[in-house]
């Protein structure tokens, strides 16, 4: 995209019909660390990319609980993305006061979205530059759901959002046919292995990525480090065909705390992840 | 008594304009949670709950809605019965009642409520504690309305009157130790 004389205002439109302000949001999310979703009949799970600003500090926070029965995976602006989130926590904790129940999560998507849609459409505000890939459970089943910053919304068996997610993308589409009946571990290990054609070559380790899982009869929590271990080498010695040749796990036993970031990003913008 | 959307049923005593205004707010929260148009529908459960707020912080303001509320609904299979007082004072339970049912008939149904009461079991049932509170409280009418929710749906019966006895020996003449009076 290329500077134009009518992308200084959200509220200036493009004579070809476009609010170029809103379409730099979405380049926002496409600049940020990879996340994805992916979801089954009864489950769905998020993965995220971990990324550290440097070796020393720790890494963003992207996968949120939004109550027992939503969650949400963030790419973008990490700062839009958890004053969202405490958006999505009060709008569920008010719903449940009032009526002792779970607020669906197709209502609160919708709601989000046109929180959304009014920054692109006042003066003195800016689209929020942060995608969410929302999860959740209602009464008639497993959701997932995409926000975009232009206020649209869209439900999706599985997804990808952030830098190389297309790599993902392609892996999901593949395999997306199967979701809707794979058991809850399985969908973790799809997740674990579209997390991985994010990172191109570099090794999965659970001290990379994040994932969690909401489902029936489970409510929503992010894996801790040793089970993503786990699942990681399980499904690395048994070697996967469609997995592209990945480096042998050598570092099995390390999932200390210290970052191991590996390779960062080149062209990363500089207000983070 | 009124269907309350499509899984539940109100029924009040008390001050029957408060009992129209609560109804005029139910109204209003059917019709925008049917707006959302997304196969969510407010069941029993929150139904009863958004009522319990109400009825609540009313009383907080001082300025209560005059009413005892019972509300029943069956959604998904699962049935659900509770009650709100005019003080917001809530629960859920397998028989309940407002006002003097609370003393006349909820011992009754305690005795003899169980978990497989067919239908016409559970109206004979109702019929005894609507008899009792008849002869025992003051401001009984011999009429009542017998309603059903089940999965498919609320149906209302047309309201009846139930059979008395009132050819006591002490009624036959009432003035008889007080002539003059009443």
């Not at chain 1, 959740?136 to 997932?144: F, K, M, T």
């Not at chain 1, 790599?167 to 997390?195: G, P, Q």
């Not at chain 2, 019965?81 to 006349?104: C, Y």
């Not at chain 2, 209302?156 to 008889?176: D, R, V």
Request: include cysteine.
């Amino acid at each position: 995209m290329f500077r134009n004389q009518y992308d200084t205002d959200v509220t200036t439109w493009s004579p070809a019909g476009r609010l170029f302000q809103v379409e730099y949001a979405m380049e926002a999310v496409k600049q940020g660390s990879a996340a994805i979703g992916l979801r089954s009949k009864t489950h769905v799970v998020l993965g995220c990319v971990n990324k550290a600003n440097s070796e020393l500090s720790s890494h963003q926070k992207k996968i949120f609980k939004v109550d027992d029965h939503i969650g949400v995976a963030i790419a973008g602006l990490t700062a839009d993305g958890r004053v969202l989130s405490r958006y999505m926590r009060n709008e569920c904790i008010n719903y449940n006061f009032t009526y002792e129940s779970p607020l669906p999560v197709g209502r609160l998507v919708v709601q989000l979205a046109d929180k959304a849609q009014v920054c692109t459409q006042r003066s003195w505000k800016r689209p929020y530059g942060v995608g969410l890939l929302v999860a959740g459970l209602d009464e008639s089943g497993a959701h997932l759901y995409y926000n975009c910053p232009s206020g649209n919304y869209f439900e999706y068996q599985a997804f990808a959002i952030g830098s190389r997610s297309q790599a993902a993308k392609t892996y999901l589409e593949r395999r997306f046919e199967n979701f809707a009946d794979s058991s809850r571990d399985d969908l973790v290990k799809d997740a674990l292995m579209a997390i991985r054609e994010t990172l191109q070559g570099e090794t999965l380790k659970s001290s990379i990525c994040t994932v969690a899982v909401v489902g029936v009869g489970e409510p929503f929590h992010i894996l801790d480090q040793e089970t993503v271990q786990q699942m990681i080498n399980a499904f690395e010695i048994v070697g996967e065909q469609e997995a592209p040749a990945a480096e042998p796990d050598a570092a099995a036993g390390q999932e200390a705390a210290a970052e191991q970031g590996g390779s960062t990003d080149e062209g990363v913008a500089p207000m983070d992840i | 008594m009124k269907p309350i959307g499509k899984h539940s049923l109100l029924g009040a005593s008390g001050e029957i304009s408060d009992f129209q205004e609560i109804l005029r707010y139910l109204n209003e929260l059917i019709l925008y949670d049917n707006m959302w148009d997304d196969g969510n529908s407010l069941g029993p459960k929150e139904v009863h709950n958004y009522l319990t707020r109400v009825m609540y912080n009313r009383r907080n303001k001082f300025n209560p809605l005059w009413n005892s509320l019972v509300l029943g609904g069956v959604k998904n299979g699962n049935k659900y019965l509770g009650t709100v007082s005019m003080i917001g004072v809530t629960f859920e339970d397998n028989h309940v009642a407002t006002r003097f049912g609370n003393h006349l008939a909820r011992p009754i149904l305690r005795q003899e409520w169980h978990e497989n009461l067919s239908f016409e079991d559970g109206v004979k049932l109702l019929e005894k504690c609507m008899r009792v509170l008849l002869y025992r409280d003051r401001s009984a009418v011999n009429k009542l309305q017998i309603a059903k929710i089940t999965e498919e749906g609320v149906t209302i019966h047309q309201p009846y009157s139930l059979k008395t006895y009132w050819e006591i020996s002490t009624f036959e003449n009432p003035a008889q130790g007080a002539i003059g009076s009443w």
